[in-house]
Structures are given as C-alpha cells and as structure tokens.
T-cell receptor, first 114, second 115 residues
Framework: DSGVTQTPKHLITATGQRVTLRCSPR?????VYWYQQSLDQGLQFLIQ???????AKGNILERFSAQQFPDLHSELNLSSLELGDSALYFC?????????????FGNGTRLTVT | AQTVTQSQPEMSVQEAETVTLSCTYD???????LFWYKQPPSRQMILVIR??????QNATENRFSVNFQKAAKSFSLKISDSQLGDTAMYFC????????????FGTGTRLTIIP
C-alpha cells in the first residue's frame, strides 16, 4: 500500500460531460502529481501541485484543471469529455527536497468515456 | 527538456533466466535520479529500483540490478532468476533535482516470463 488514495476507482461517463477525480496524498507529502496513461502507453505528466500552489505543468489540456486544497488533497477536473480522454489517471505524491525518493503512486482512476 | 527512451517494446524470457531491459535518457542537469517502475496487470505502479546520478556504484535490490553508464546516458535493468511474477510492463523514469521534480517516463517494455 503506497498510502496514496484515489477515488473513484472506475468512472464511466458520456462525451461532453464533466468529472472530478480525487486524490489524497501520503501522510506528510506536500507535493501531488497527476499523470495520464492511455491504453498501453507510457505515463504522461499533467500537472504538479506543492502545498496548494501549482508548481509545474505538462501537456494538460485546457479542458482539464486541477487544484490542491488546504488539507493537501487534490482534485483533477475533466470537462467537455471526448472519447480520447478515456485513460487511467494516476495521482502520485512525494516530499519536497528529497528528489532521490520515488514518487508514490495511487492505484489510479480508470475513466471510460462513451 | 528531459527525455527517456525504451527501445524494446516487448521481451520474453524463460523462467529462471536472466533478462536485461534497456533505457537511455537525456537531460541537461548534472544532478538527477533514475528509477525503474513495474506495472503488473493490476496496473499498480511499483518501484523496482532507484539510482542517484552522482553515485558511481550500480544499485541492486535482490534479483534486480542496474547498469548505469552516466557518460552514455544509459540505465539498463537486469533481472536475474526471473519469476512468473515478474511479468509486467517496466518503465524507466528520470527525475530532476529541486525545481524539476516530476518524473519523466519512457514508453515501457512489456516483459513476459514463460513457464
């Protein structure tokens, strides 16, 4: 168990809809990362938050947004969903200042857009 | 920009044999960190092994070891005495120093252990 909790595990929705994915980081971790893994692909970095502030941005679509709350949990909002947004979305967390430490990953949310 | 390349999309090996997965990377940073993650059919991301770029000694974790060639920017993973439970996707990943902490992943190698 990595200590990172993601909900829901599965999400099925229709094109054009909006969904929210939730992540609770490991206790003590202030940094949260979101990744997208399309079918049989590598993990693509979307965005990083540190202690409530956006720290780094990857190839995140304008239809997607995220935030980190004062209790450090994070949410990834996906809107105007398209079939191509179907993927496994991972959240990971880490401490800051210990870059030799790995990112700890949640079990992912599998999003299916029909 | 950081890039990670895994040139072997798929590999298979007989149980108990040794297999080596290749990874090359590119970064302009002097201080960085390299990781191998395993993703079994359950889709969990599991850390296999890590290597600090400033350390010359190759990391080992039980049956897993790396061959880190800094000048060549190569970071291969060797799995000895392979087991059926090693069947998974393996991702090589690069992490920068403070200010660039995200992980950049390669496209993965699908490893199948044959009984």
């Amino acid at each position: 168990d990595s200590g990172v909790t993601q909900t829901p595990k599965h999400l099925i929705t229709a094109t054009g809809q909006r969904v929210t994915l939730r992540c609770s980081p490991r206790s003590g971790d202030l940094s949260v990362y979101w990744y997208q893994q399309s079918l049989d692909q590598g993990l693509q970095f979307l965005i990083q938050y540190y202690n409530g502030e956006e720290r780094a941005k990857g190839n995140i679509l304008e239809r997607f947004s995220a935030q980190q709350f004062p209790d450090l949990h994070s949410e990834l909002n996906l809107s105007s969903l398209e079939l191509g947004d179907s993927a496994l979305y991972f959240c990971a967390s880490s401490v800051m200042g210990q870059e030799s430490s790995p990112l700890h990953f949640g079990n992912g949310t599998r999003l299916t857009v029909t | 920009a950081q890039t990670v390349t895994q040139s072997q999309p798929e590999m298979s090996v007989q149980e108990a044999e040794t297999v080596t997965l290749s990874c090359t990377y590119d970064t302009s940073e002097n201080n960085y960190y390299l990781f191998w993650y395993k993703q079994p059919p359950s889709r969990q991301m599991i850390l296999v092994i890590r290597q600090e770029a400033y350390k010359q000694q190759n990391a080992t974790e039980n049956r897993f070891s790396v061959n880190f060639q800094k000048a060549a920017k190569s970071f291969s993973l060797k799995i000895s005495d392979s087991q059926l439970g090693d069947t998974a996707m393996y991702f090589c990943a690069l992490r920068g120093a403070f200010g660039n902490e995200k992980l950049t992943f390669g496209t993965g190698t699908r490893l199948t252990i044959i009984p």
